[in-house]
């Protein structure tokens, strides 16, 4: 915990969640996959004024120097994939926890919306689904 002493102020540790936050999302996937290539893949291809990446980095005495690396995040933080064709429609549910996707390739797809997580898959369309939409209690998904 003392390398975290250096904040002095709530809105500096602040900061450095914020930061941690985008670096979870960005490489979810590697986190969930393969846990020890955080230090050695991830915090590798952080952004250069990325806050986890300065606390971390002297961690990483074998890379020495590395070019190619983005000064900031991307405003990009998550791209939803899983669908095999055209994406025709996309919504959040009213409480902001899930995020529907319609395709072309007729089904609807559900995703957490913080981490981008798949949930689950609907199939039964006949044809591209082109609407999707929530009820406002969240219990029930149109599509159509």
């Avoid at 393969?34 to 952080?46: I, K």
């Avoid at 405003?75 to 939803?80: A, F, S, T, V």
């Avoid at 981490?115 to 149109?142: C, I």
Wanted: charged share 20%; glycine share 4%.
């Amino acid at each position: 915990m003392s390398r975290y002493s250096k904040f002095t102020t709530s809105s500096q540790f602040v900061g450095f969640l914020e930061d941690a936050e985008k670096f979870v999302l960005s490489y979810r996937s590697i986190i969930e996959r393969a846990p020890l290539q955080t230090y050695g893949a991830a915090l590798v291809f952080s952004p250069m004024r990325s806050e986890v990446k300065m606390q971390h980095w002297k961690e990483r005495l074998f890379v020495k120097h590395i070019t190619g690396i983005k000064e900031d995040w991307d405003p990009c933080l998550q791209i939803l994939e899983g669908h095999s064709s055209t994406v025709t429609a996309v919504v959040f549910s009213p409480n902001g926890k899930v995020l529907a996707s319609a395709s072309c390739d007729k089904t609807v797809r559900l995703s957490d919306a913080t981490t981008g997580a798949w949930r689950q898959t609907l199939e039964g369309h006949s044809m591209y689904v082109n609407a999707v939409a929530f009820s406002p209690d969240v219990k029930v998904l149109a599509s159509a």
